[in-house]
C-alpha cells in the first residue's frame, strides 16, 4: 500500500462523511419544513374566524351607522321645520308688536307735548294752525317736466383689486 492508496481512502471516507453530514442537514432543513408548514396550518385554522367576526361586527357597524345616518337626516329636517315654524311666528309677532311699540310711543310723546303745552299755558290747538300756507300763483307748465340727468350709480368698493397687481415695494431683484 502506498500512498496514493491511503489518499484514496481518507478521500472516501471524507466523501462518506460529508454526504452523511449532508443527508442529516437536509432531512433537519425537511423537518422544519414540515414544522413551518402544520404552523401555517393551524395560523389560518385560528385567524380565518377571527377575521370572519371581524368583518361581522365591521358590517354590523356599517349597517348602524347608516341608521345613525338617517337619524341625523330626520333630526336635520326636523330642526329647519323648527326653525322655519320660528321664523314665521317671529314674523307673525313681531310686525303687530312693532306697531303696539309705535303707537305706544306715539301716544307717550303726544301726551308729553300735551302736558308740556298745558305747563306753558298755550290752548291747545291743532299744530298746523300757526303755519303759513304756500300757494303756487300762475298757470301750470305746459308738457312734461325737464328729465334730471342721472346721476352714476355708486359702486360700494370691492375688498379686492380690480387693476393689474402692482409690484412689490422695495429694491428691486438682482
Known amino acids: 500500500m502506498d500512498w496514493s492508496d491511503v489518499a484514496d481512502i481518507a478521500l472516501a471516507i471524507f466523501l462518506v462523511a460529508a454526504g452523511a453530514g449532508l443527508a442529516y442537514a437536509l432531512w433537519r432543513l425537511g423537518n422544519l419544513f414540515l414544522q413551518l408548514t402544520r404552523s401555517v396550518g393551524q395560523m389560518t385554522e385560528e385567524t380565518v374566524p377571527i377575521l370572519t367576526r371581524a368583518q361581522t361586527t365591521v358590517d354590523e357597524v356599517n349597517a348602524n351607522l347608516g341608521h345613525v345616518d338617517e337619524i341625523m337626516q330626520s333630526a336635520v329636517g326636523a330642526?329647519?321645520?323648527?326653525?322655519?315654524a320660528v321664523t314665521e311666528v317671529s314674523s307673525a309677532v313681531g310686525a303687530p308688536v312693532r306697531k303696539?311699540?309705535?303707537?305706544?310711543?306715539?301716544?307717550?310723546?303726544?301726551l308729553k307735548t300735551f302736558k308740556a303745552r298745558r305747563a306753558a299755558g298755550r290752548p291747545d290747538t291743532d299744530i298746523t294752525a300757526s303755519r303759513p300756507v304756500v300757494t303756487v300763483a300762475g298757470p301750470p307748465p305746459a308738457g312734461p317736466a325737464p328729465a334730471a340727468p342721472a346721476e352714476p350709480r355708486h359702486r360700494p368698493e370691492s375688498p379686492y383689486p380690480t387693476g393689474p397687481a402692482a409690484p412689490p415695494a422695495g429694491p428691486p431683484a438682482a
Not at 79 to 84: Q, S
Not at 100 to 110: N, Q
Request: cysteine-free; aromatic content about 0%.
Open 79 to 84: 330642526t329647519k321645520g323648527a326653525e322655519k
Open 100 to 110: 303696539l311699540s309705535g303707537i305706544s310711543t306715539a301716544t307717550k310723546e303726544a
